[in-house]
T-cell receptor, first 113, second 115 residues
Framework: EAQVTQNPRYLITVTGKKLTVTCSQN?????MSWYRQDPGLGLRQIYY???????DKGDVPEGYKVSRKEKRNFPLILESPSPNQTSLYFC????????????FGDGTRLSIL | AQTVTQSQPEMSVQEAETVTLSCTYD???????LFWYKQPPSRQMILVIR??????QNATENRFSVNFQKAAKSFSLKISDSQLGDAAMYFC????????????FGTGTRLTIIP
């Protein structure tokens, strides 16, 4: 089954404790992105990647890092999480073929205390 | 830069009736796509319908259809024969082929179905 898998689904942690949210897709997609969803703001792009070793900032990259060492994986790293990073996070992937939509993971709810 | 505006934070409709959710957008690109996503309480982002800007014909998917007014930069979603399972947050989004692989989302409309 074609899917985008995020882990963990839920995480409660404390300020300053490094964490990684993993994202893996099994569709051999070139493009991958991370979004955060906050009430009243919709979803906003954090980082994106157009292929292995090619990443770039989205609209709200501060406090986040990403890497794309393999095509299927695109982890989101919070080196020193802060309470303002409490949010719902989505990973998405898309084929490089024109006109293909993005496929979303099921989301990760992060709470930073 | 693209912007997407959903001016209705909440809507409600009687079961089996029709409801229309509004969306306006702004873009300087000529090659773009528009989408409606549904987010039920399970939080999944489910693609409902999409429209390519170069196509004049409005997209339809079963009970879901859009009214795409390119000159007015309007992209409304019509849900016919509303069902209880349609209750969700609905997001309008735009995407440009020459951008940064980004979907630009509106702030969402929460749809309630009244039995």
């Amino acid at each position: 089954e074609a899917q985008v898998t995020q882990n963990p689904r839920y995480l409660i942690t404390v300020t300053g404790k490094k964490l990684t949210v993993t994202c893996s897709q099994n569709m051999n997609h070139e493009y991958m992105s991370w979004y955060r969803q906050d009430p009243g703001l919709g979803l906003r792009q954090i980082y994106y990647s157009m292929n292995v070793e090619v990443t770039d900032k989205g609209d709200v990259p501060e406090g986040y890092k990403v890497s794309r060492k393999e095509k299927r994986n695109f982890p989101l790293i919070l080196e020193s999480p802060s309470p303002n990073q409490t949010s719902l996070y989505f990973c998405a992937s898309r084929s490089g073929v024109r006109n293909q939509p993005q496929h979303f993971g099921d989301g990760t709810r992060l709470s930073i205390l | 830069a693209q912007t997407v505006t959903q001016s209705q934070p909440e809507m409600s409709v009687q079961e089996a009736e029709t409801v229309t959710l509004s969306c306006t957008y702004d873009t300087s690109e000529s090659d773009y796509y528009l989408f409606w996503y549904k987010q039920p309480p399970s939080r999944q982002m489910i693609l409902v319908i999409r429209q390519e800007a170069y196509k004049q014909q409005n997209a339809t998917e079963n009970r879901f259809s859009v009214n795409f007014q390119k000159a007015a930069k309007s992209f409304s979603l019509k849900i016919s024969d509303s069902q209880l399972g349609d209750a969700a947050m609905y997001f309008c989004a735009s995407y440009s082929n020459f951008g940064n692989e980004k979907l630009t989302f509106g702030t969402g409309t929460r749809l309630t179905i009244i039995p």
